[in-house]
């Protein structure tokens, strides 16, 4: 009698449960839980009664190329947390968690794309996976200026995402976006929506981003995961949503084009490689907010020259106003700073300059940005 008592005991309750809940479900349910402990059969019910249709097949209607893409890039997204030891009022240090955000599986060896700002100052990373494994995870490299990293996690049976040509978007094709929206309580969200514009350029700090913007719901936490197409391709990383009292459905994604050969390089390298001019200029506007009047109705003023610099060498001084470079006018740290960009290192740049009334024309070879 013990012995049938330890085997049967949990069909014997969850009956009682069903006879009071009105059910006469175990009846039907009662060989699933032979053999299994009280909480395999509560899990086992709960998966056969709760989601009954999990197993059948979806009809044409409700098969969506959504569902269809959310079912090939969900195993793709991770969850990353970020966390940091801080100092309590003793002088004892824990580790805790600083804030958590989403990233895509790049491919079989581990390789994680993500958002810099999700792992920036990180101490430690966990990566969560869509099997429900956590795993530790190392920043491999990072790209502050397109807010891009990559971490690299070491496990087996990972589903790198099926990536797609991010140039051949179209406005108003739908746009699948999956992450973790408020943390991982939330994790594996999918939204949807259309791909609402393309090449939406915007100016953040000194840098100029050409992203894609899109009405999917993009929230905190979902920054570092995926927006795919219809086809489950992952055509962009989530990275910024506005935020503004008023303004919804405007979401910002790195194109996959843009992001490809950052993240390679992050594999490779750890690191970018760009070139640089070596100045550090003022603009009008940036002027003004440093407390400088600039009499200059157009181009940049050169503050300082980093020595040894491309700028140093092709004889550009302080006091400098620099009209053009390579070929284009710069009005802007940020139109500076993208045609500088566009460069390559090695690159000979001819650098039109305004110097006491005088204007002649320079020629700069860009250098690699030196580490420092």
Do not use: C
Not at 83 to 90: R, T
Not at 267 to 288: C, H
Not at 350 to 371: C, D, K
């Amino acid at each position: 009698m013990k012995l049938i008592y330890k085997k049967y005991a949990p069909v014997l309750i969850i009956a009682l449960l069903g006879a009071v809940i009105g059910g006469g479900l175990v009846l039907g349910y009662g060989p699933f839980f032979i053999g299994k402990s009280l909480p395999e059969a509560v899990s086992t019910l709960k998966n056969e009664v709760v989601n009954p249709t999990a197993k059948a097949a979806l009809s044409s209607a409700r098969n969506t190329p959504i569902v269809r893409a959310a079912q090939i890039v969900g195993p793709s997204v991770v969850g990353i947390t970020n966390k940091a030891y801080v100092s309590d009022m003793f002088n004892r240090k824990t580790l805790v968690e600083r804030g958590s955000g989403s990233g895509v599986i790049y491919d079989a060896s581990g390789h994680i794309v993500t958002n810099y700002h999700v792992v920036a100052e990180a101490q430690e990373i966990v990566v969560s996976l869509a099997d429900g494994r956590t795993v530790p995870g190392k920043v491999q490299g990072v790209d502050p200026a397109t807010d891009l990293a990559v971490v690299k996690i070491e496990a087996t049976g990972l589903q790198p995402a099926h990536f797609g040509d991010s140039d051949s978007l179209q406005v108003g094709e739908p746009a699948i976006a999956v992450g973790n929206p408020l943390g991982l309580e939330l994790q594996g969200s999918v939204t949807a929506g259309v791909i609402s514009a393309l090449n939406r350029t915007l100016d953040i700090g000194e840098r100029r981003f050409r992203l894609i913007q899109t009405d999917a719901a993009i929230n905190p936490g979902n920054s570092g995961g995926a927006l795919a197409n219809a086809d489950g391709e992952v055509v962009g990383i989530n990275s910024i949503k506005i935020a503004v009292g008023g303004v919804e459905g405007i979401g910002f994604a790195i194109p996959f084009n843009t992001a490809k050969p950052i993240i390679q390089s992050l594999i490779e390298k750890g690191r970018v490689v760009r070139p640089y001019l070596g100045v550090v200029a003022f603009d009008k506007n940036t002027a003004q907010r440093y407390g400088y009047q600039l009499n200059i109705d157009k181009g940049l003023y050169v503050f300082r020259i980093v020595a040894n610099s491309p700028a140093d060498r092709a004889g550009v001084r302080v006091g400098d106003v620099i009209l053009k470079l390579a070929g284009q006018e710069t009005n802007s740290l940020v139109e500076l700073r993208s045609i500088i960009e566009a460069q390559g290192v090695g690159a000979t740049v001819p650098v039109v300059v305004v110097r006491n009334g005088s204007q002649f024309t320079a020629q700069a070879q860009l250098s690699e940005i030196p580490n420092e």
